[in-house]
């Protein structure tokens, strides 16, 4: 396959994975940036799709992202928990947009597409945030102990349906100590020490509890004023399995099409269709891992017919759906 004028043999990919994955995080993260400042992660590698874990339980890095930088739409195959340290962004949560200041926390569950939109608004010119990861075993395993997350309830079967995340905001309140949990942890990750796992899913423990208190006391982040862009990506959510093109769109909302497509393109830094396609494989990748054969499932996402899921997806993953198959069912 070519990216960019590069030629990318599949075993060479799976080379470069199982080296890049067996590398320190502090390395990743190296080499992660140097490639997002230089290439701005446009068409060469959607690295926040591409993320693992290399625990079994409990992961943690430290990321930087610039507010010239387009950080794709994607999902995970496990939890993730964002502090933002600095920087103030939006942030697309599903279908729901919010405005992010320092000190909040974004919970993600496995599967919920997401994304930051650096907007004119931002104070800073980067957005800093320390970042966990918990598997799902390790949290299927507790899932009894915070029950207020909702986060954890499977949808059912074969529905285009995203899990639900959580916007807390910290403030100056009783919860601003939630900070030094995620410090303790990505710490801990750094170092690496003996009996690191124990301390990780102990501290991970502790803070998914106070963040289940927190949710039930109420003090979420309501969603940013909405606008005509929060309209349209509800509208694909909705008409996800149906044909969704520029045109209809635009007519149902009384607007030109050139109209439609520079919104998005100001708004989201991506084309419509790139915004579609986006979202589509993203449920394709959740029905995938809910065990709903393929043959099924580029019809449910949208895809005209499953040539067209195959190459869409192969182009973003550099997998073949069945090859994502076999993945999961590895796990």
């Known amino acids: 396959m070519k990216r960019?004028?590069?030629?990318?043999d599949a075993k060479d990919y799976q080379k470069y994975e199982q080296s890049f994955f067996s590398l320190s995080r502090e390395k990743q993260n190296e080499i992660r940036?140097?490639?997002?400042?230089?290439?701005?992660?446009?068409?060469?590698?959607?690295?926040?799709?591409?993320?693992?874990?290399?625990s079994r339980?409990?992961?943690?890095?430290?990321?930087?992202?610039?507010?010239?930088?387009?950080?794709?739409?994607?999902?995970?195959?496990?939890?993730?928990?964002?502090?933002?340290?600095?920087?103030?962004?939006?942030y697309l949560l599903g279908a729901e947009r919010y405005q992010i200041e320092e000190g909040d926390i974004i919970v993600i569950p496995?599967?919920?597409?997401?994304?930051p939109l650096f907007t004119e608004k931002m104070k800073n010119e980067y957005y800093e945030r320390i970042v966990i990861w918990i598997s799902t075993d390790f949290a299927d395993s507790c899932k009894n102990l915070w029950p207020d997350l909702s986060i954890n309830g499977s949808p059912e079967s074969g529905k285009i349906n995203s899990p639900r995340g959580h916007i807390v905001h910290t403030g100056k309140g009783q919860?601003?100590?939630?900070?030094?949990?995620?410090?303790?942890?990505?710490?801990?990750?750094?170092?690496?020490?003996?009996?690191?796992e124990s301390v990780l899913c102990g501290n991970a423990l502790a803070l998914m509890g106070l963040l289940s208190q927190a949710v039930s006391g109420e003090i979420q982040t309501?969603?940013?004023?909405?606008?005509?862009?929060?309209?349209?990506?509800?509208?694909?959510?909705?008409?996800?399995?149906?044909k969704i093109t520029?045109?209809?769109?635009?007519?149902?909302?009384?607007?030109?099409?050139?109209?439609?497509?520079?919104?998005?393109?100001?708004?989201?830094?991506?084309?419509?269709?790139?915004?579609?396609?986006?979202?589509?494989?993203?449920?394709?990748?959740?029905?995938?891992?809910?065990?709903?054969?393929?043959n099924q499932i580029g019809?449910?996402?949208?895809?005209?017919?499953?040539?067209?899921?195959?190459?869409?997806?192969?182009?973003?993953y550099r997998l073949s759906p069945t090859q994502y198959k076999n993945l999961m069912c590895q796990k």
């Open 222 to 242: 309501i969603s940013e004023k909405e606008d005509l862009v929060d309209d349209v990506v509800r509208f694909i959510e909705k008409h996800m399995g149906d």
């Open 33 to 54: 940036q140097f490639l997002l400042e230089h290439y701005k992660a446009r068409g060469v590698l959607n690295f926040y799709q591409e993320l693992k874990m290399r």
């Open 4 to 8: 960019n004028g590069i030629d990318i």
């Open 110 to 115: 496995p599967g919920l597409s997401h994304r």
């Open 175 to 196: 919860w601003e100590s939630l900070s030094e949990y995620f410090t303790r942890i990505y710490a801990e990750s750094v170092r690496e020490s003996r009996a690191c």
């Open 57 to 90: 339980f409990v992961d943690a890095q430290r990321d930087i992202s610039l507010q010239s930088d387009t950080l794709q739409l994607h999902s995970h195959s496990f939890y993730e928990l964002l502090y933002c340290c600095s920087g103030n962004p939006e």
């Open 246 to 294: 520029l045109e209809d769109t635009a007519h149902h909302f009384y607007i030109s099409q050139s109209k439609l497509s520079k919104l998005f393109r100001s708004r989201m830094d991506i084309s419509f269709y790139q915004f579609v396609t986006q979202r589509r494989l993203i449920a394709a990748r959740l029905l995938i891992e809910r065990g709903i054969p393929l």
């Open 299 to 316: 019809e449910q996402v949208g895809f005209c017919d499953y040539a067209a899921f195959y190459r869409a997806f192969r182009r973003e």
